[in-house]
T-cell receptor
Framework: KAGVTQTPRYLIKTRGQQVTLSCSPI?????VSWYQQTPGQGLQFLFE???????NKGNFPGRFSGRQFSNSRSEMNVSTLELGDSALYLC????????????FGPGTRLTVT | AQTVTQSQPEMSVQEAETVTLSCTYD???????LFWYKQPPSRQMILVIR??????QNATENRFSVNFQKAAKSFSLKISDSQLGDAAMYFC?????????????????FGQGTILTVHP
């Protein structure tokens, strides 16, 4: 079974631009969670989607948004990029409600210049 | 809010020796999950071991075992017979039990991580 995939793997954007990152979960997994990883703040939870619905959201500004499609693939969008948005963005998938194991993708390394 | 603390930014161990990584957490919940994740350099994060808080027995997975002290809110990871491939950043993580209508779905709260170096 294929693992969690994320595209693109690397991205360079300019301050003020917007960016969309994609995550394809493991087949059969309906929950996708997103995390931001930086050296200073560590790993921080962005949001979680299940069956196209956002069920949980972390403490990030409204510039960070996401969505999930009917095939469970998820995208996150960051608008009006700031230098501080440079980070490794990880997504993780799980079966859903009663399971707690999350399987992580390789991440998208976003650099904002 | 739940917090997870890893007080050892870096640890090192000789190959074939044993090392213990520390983790403490703070929560008012009585039931939850705890995890150790491993993130090798430039590679993706993988789950090493998990512990359900309601289980008194410490979890073990081959060379990896935990010492779960619920009252002390401590969750340490012991790696026995360390191998070069164990070198990585290790994260301790906490997750509340999700319930219908709640807001704990999907959220893992991570510690700051411990970089483990394995010397041949």
């Amino acid at each position: 079974k294929a693992g969690v995939t994320q595209t693109p793997r690397y991205l360079i954007k300019t301050r003020g631009q917007q960016v969309t990152l994609s995550c394809s979960p493991i087949s059969g997994h309906r929950s996708v969670s997103w995390y931001q990883q930086t050296p200073g703040q560590g790993l921080q939870f962005l949001f979680e989607y299940f069956s196209e619905t956002q069920r949980n959201k972390g403490n990030f500004p409204g510039r960070f948004s996401g969505r999930q499609f009917s095939n469970s693939r998820s995208e996150m969008n960051v608008s009006t990029l700031e230098l501080g948005d440079s980070a490794l963005y990880l997504c993780a998938s799980s079966l859903g409600d009663d399971t707690y194991e999350q399987y992580f993708g390789p991440g998208t390394r976003l650099t904002v210049t | 809010a739940q917090t997870v603390t890893q007080s050892q930014p870096e640890m090192s161990v000789q190959e074939a020796e044993t090392v213990t990584l520390s983790c403490t957490y703070d929560t008012s919940e009585s039931d939850y999950y705890l995890f150790w994740y491993k993130q090798p350099p430039s590679r993706q994060m993988i789950l090493v071991i998990r512990q359900e808080a309601y289980k008194q027995q410490n979890a073990t997975e081959n060379r990896f075992s935990v010492n779960f002290q619920k009252a002390a809110k401590s969750f340490s990871l012991k790696i026995s017979d360390s191998q070069l491939g164990d070198a990585a950043m290790y994260f301790c993580a906490y997750r509340r039990i999700p319930y219908a209508g709640g807001t704990s779905y999907g959220k893992l709260t991570f510690g700051q991580g411990t970089i483990l170096t394995v010397h041949p």
